[in-house]
């Protein structure tokens, strides 16, 4: 059945922003466009943003085409190759040795449009795919058939199955289902002279393959040469290719003639393609085998004390049917807990493990997992050297346990200063027998280079991810890891080994390749290569290259040597500036450190899933990503860019502009690369240096417009209904005609808590002292949410005071670069509110954002104890109910999960960014509702962002994604704290009024609390 793709997009392109293509290639990107129906991008920031990947490795290219389809692909290359300049295809750029960068070439972005599932068989658990699905999206798909696509890379939601078709990719379930290359049925490939070939099995000898070899052309001769090199070279092949499940270096020429399931003999070049890395064509569809999805699994993870013991303990498990046999240390477990988004899944495992086997068994190889994990529960506990296990039997508790996992790489390289755990061996391969004493050698090289590393991953495949910690900005450094390298290699072949097993060769490890292979496969590879592509246009230098320019191939030095020390992103040279700031990076190790932490992996290319990043999921524009922007920034810093660059409208606008401050990031990214503290900075910086605009300098001050807003209610809320008032404000402050605006209310929260005589709980009756801050919003605009608050509070035993001394959080300020009044503020907050919380008051806030402002970025912006203690005392009202259980002093009648109904919950951005978005959920819960927390991105209102006329269609494509995750949610209603969240929701086709507030919401369950409902 065919699958139909449905995008709905924007681009940044909309901004009309001034994007010149570079001088050198200029006639070669107009040449494109005339050819291409596709995007064409030669600009200076297209060809930034492509230069890295998630190695260790850049290189700039000339520039990038989106093909729409296969005749775009065509067209690409035969302008491309005309041109002079080879061609390199790329999926999401999350490759780990530099495979998916190319100096000098032009990138094929598959994965912005040649994204399809074209078709699947369920019966026949097939699927037909174009390269750019990403694997996670596909196997969704597939769920509804029982199916999945077997290899599961840890960057499957982000990572494209033609990337992983190009780079031969596995994960975790290796040990059970192998890798891509044994569920790599077909492919159709663009060849370099622009050529389609449709490579499948083909009986050898047969009339088909006679019709084949028959023609005079390029599919001829590749068919006569790869059997000839296969056959002749059949004894060669047979002693240097290693027994393993994994092995991914080189081509598959072990791979590509086999005898099928009719037991006919077979040469299926598909085989050839899988781990090719792009050298050899174009993949543009791929025929796919399925596999089932077991109901059900279970984990156990062993602690050891020592990380010998745990090698060790690796060829035992897999006696026993698991799935899975995954290895992680104390480095990862240390890194984890120091991080944001990943604390929480260490918690269970006990401080003195120094390293952990995770098993996996699934109910396709067990009836009983409590039974097979007693067994060997006995096996490594009773009789083994593990200490503890850790038994995960629930989806959340196994999804906790596989995302601490699957983090592994990031969170390494979120390592503090300039020596980082790097990819260059990580992923060499050797039988599991062998694995301990492996790893024993290799800390004996690691000894003699007097450095140490990190240790994880597919221990049961005998890949264990290695990553020695070194400094790649010193010469020494880069030094140290090519005679690292060449040590491991030679320690990979005595233990009959593969250099990859899963990350592939790419600019790492290439240069090493004939040293595993030996003379007579490496000049077959330069056969092969030659047939496919016999002037070097596909990726050259990449799996094989030429060793000198008179070797076979082009007369030109195209593909010539390979070294893995140079196109470092980082190297002796590189130098950045750090500029001095208003804001506090010294948590970061400074500007430049902060900037410097994207290591490129990726994951802020997922697209449903967390928070990060709601404007690359809406546009899935490379420049929109996390990475995107970094890579932007580093390039200024480094000098890359232009001194006056980040002054430019296009940096300002297209870079910093559509980042709309959300702080998914500071979580989500395993590095924890905080781009909305980043961007805040810079556009300070540009006020600074070029004043701020009307519309910014309103929205800074949005509490004093509030306040007269409010003055004047109701004929305030009239005014945009005048005609032509619209217009004129789209005119002067840049706020889009179609937005509705927030209304405002004649009575005032403070208004309505001072007429009522302040709070019904005294300050001697009360346990706990709460000042409630008068956030903008629910102050001027929407009291009920305020009325709720303190009636809650006051249910629970709290006396609450609203004060009336404070100033604006500062929120919106801060929101627009405009540091220093929001400095100013949090200074009068900070003196104002810190002797009484040091007499025992707590501050307490109903907006989210108002909240993580005190909580987060006044540390950033001032330093004493003043504001460390405001800081420590400040709780968003559903936190502070959750951290103290003052619910359970609510007089409930029913609590009883569902008595109140159902509701589906969006939590905060600012709030998911500090992990603080839970408490909400508990407090509704034990209140008597049922809650489903919406796994949702950014509302795309972010404060003013959703008001401004260039960003209103963005916002509502980011809003569309949230309205999608309500209309699959069963709960009755939708909940959600942020105000500019609210308003987005109400904005819904069909929708009356705004959804309440989760505060809202636990008040109705008071008695006597008619004063709370959406009508007060």
Known sequence: MAIENVEDTWS??????????????????????????????????????????????????????????????????????????????????????????????????????????????????????????????LDDTLAEYGLKFAPDPASSNRASVGGGIGNNSTGAHSVRYGITDAYTDAVKAVLSDGSLIHAREVVIDSPEWDDIVSKDDREADIYQ????????????IEDRYPDLKRRVSGYNLDRVIYENDDGERVLNLAKLFVGSEGTLGVIVEAELSLVTVPEETALALYCFD???????????????????????????????????????????????????????????????FEAAIARTNERFLDNGAAFDVVEAYTDADQADLWKLRKAAIPLLMSMDGDPKPYPFI????????????????????????????????????????????????????????????????DLVLEHNGSFSGEHGDGMARTEFTPKMYGEDLWDAFKQ???????????????????????????????????????????????????????????????????????????????????????????????????????????????????????????????????????????????????????KTELKHQHHEAEGASLRERLFANIDTASKLGSA??????????????????????????????????????????????????????????????????????????????????????????????????????????MLDLARERAETNANRLSDRVAEGWD??????????????????LLDGSEVSRVAESAYGVLE??????????????????????????????????????????????RVGYEVDPLDSTCCGMAGSFGYHDEHYDLSKTIGRLLFDKVEESDGDRVVAPGGSCRSQLGDRDGIDEIPPHPIEVVAERLPDTATTSRSA
């Open 880 to 925: 502070y109910l959750d951290t103290f259980r003052l619910d359970d002093a609510l007089p409930v009648e029913d609590r009883s999960l569902g008595a109140a109904g159902a509701v589906s919950y969006h939590g905060h951005c600012n709030q998911k960014g500090t992990n603080k978005d839970h408490h909400a959920v508990g407090v509704m819960r």
């Open 426 to 489: 990580e992923d060499a391969t050797v039988p599991p027998a062998e694995l301990a004493e492996y790893v024993e050698k290799f800390e004996e090289v690691l000894a003699d280079h007097d450095t140490s590393a990190a240790y994880f991953a597919h221990a049961g495949s005998g890949t264990l991810h290695i990553r020695p910690i070194l400094n790649l900005k010193e010469e020494s450094g880069i030094e140290d890891m090519h005679s690292i390298t060449d040590d491991v290699t």
């Open 306 to 368: 020592t990380l010998p013991d745990a090698m060790r303990a690796v060829p035992v498990a897999l006696d026993y049917d698991v799935s899975a046999v995954e290895l992680m240390d104390d480095e990862m477990f240390r890194l984890a807990a120091g991080s944001d988004g990943y604390a929480e899944y260490v918690d269970p495992i006990p401080d003195r493990a120094a390293a952990a086997l995770m098993l996996e068994y699934d109910s396709e190889l067990h009836d009983d």
């Open 12 to 137: 940044a392109q909309e901004l009309d922003l001034d994007r010149p293509d570079v001088d050198a290639y200029r006639d070669l990107a107009e040449a494109l466009r005339s050819r291409v129906s596709g995007g064409v991008e030669f600009d200076e920031y297209a060809r930034i943003l492509y230069a890295t990947d998630g190695s260790i490795y850049r290189a700039e290219p000339a520039g990038v085409v989106y093909p729409t389809d296969t005749d775009d692909v065509r067209a690409a290359v035969e302008v491309a190759t005309s041109h002079g300049v080879p061609i390199m295809p790329r999926g999401t750029g999350s490759s780990l040795a530099g495979q998916t960068v190319g100096p000098g070439c032009v990138v094929l972005d598959l994965s912005r449009h040649m994204d399809g599932i074209l078709d699947i068989r369920p019966g026949e658990q097939t699927a037909h795919i174009q390269p750019g699905v990403v694997q996670d999206d």
């Open 712 to 817: 004047l209610a109701p004929i305030s809320n009239w005014a945009t209904d005048i005609p032509g008032a619209r217009a004129v404000m789209q005119k002067l402050f840049g706020i889009a005609s179609e937005r509705e605006l927030p209304t405002f209310s004649r009575e005032t929260l403070q208004d309505w808590f001072d007429d009522r005589g302040g709070s019904t709980v005294s300050r001697a009756e009360a346990d706990r002292k709460v000042l409630l801050f008068p956030d903008t919003y629910t102050n001027y605009s929407y009291p009920t949410a305020g009325k709720a608050a303190v009636e809650t509070l006051e249910a629970a035993g709290v006396h609450v005071t609203i004060p009336d001394d404070t100033a604006p959080s500062g929120r919106a300020a801060y929101s627009t670069g």
């Open 843 to 860: 501050i307490v806030f109903v907006e989210p954002s108002d909240a993580v402002m005190f909580q987060d970025e006044y540390r950033d």
């Open 528 to 678: 092969v290569k030659t047939a496919f592509d016999p002037q070097w246009w596909m990726h050259p230098g990449n799996v094989v290259y030429r060793d000198d320019p008179d070797d076979i191939g082009p007369d030109a030095d195209r593909g010539v040597g390979a070294d893995m020390r140079e196109n470092l992103r980082y190297g002796p040279d590189y130098q950045s500036l750090e500029p001095q700031t208003t804001l506090d990076f010294a948590d970061e190790g400074g500007f430049s450190e902060l900037v410097e932490l994207c290591n490129g992996c990726g994951t802020c290319r997922q697209t449903d899933g967390d928070v990060m990043c709601p404007t690359y999921r809406a546009s899935e524009e490379e420049v929109q990503t996390t990475r995107g922007r970094a890579n932007l920034l580093r390039s200024a810093i480094s000098g890359d860019l232009s001194e006056d660059e980040i002054h430019s409208d296009r940096f300002q606008e297209e870079v910093l502009d559509l980042c709309v401050g959300c702080k998914g990031c500071k979580s989500d990214c395993p590095t924890g690369v905080d781009m909305a503290k980043l």
């Open 225 to 236: 040469t790869v059997r000839e090199v296969v056959e002749e070279n059949a004894s060669e």
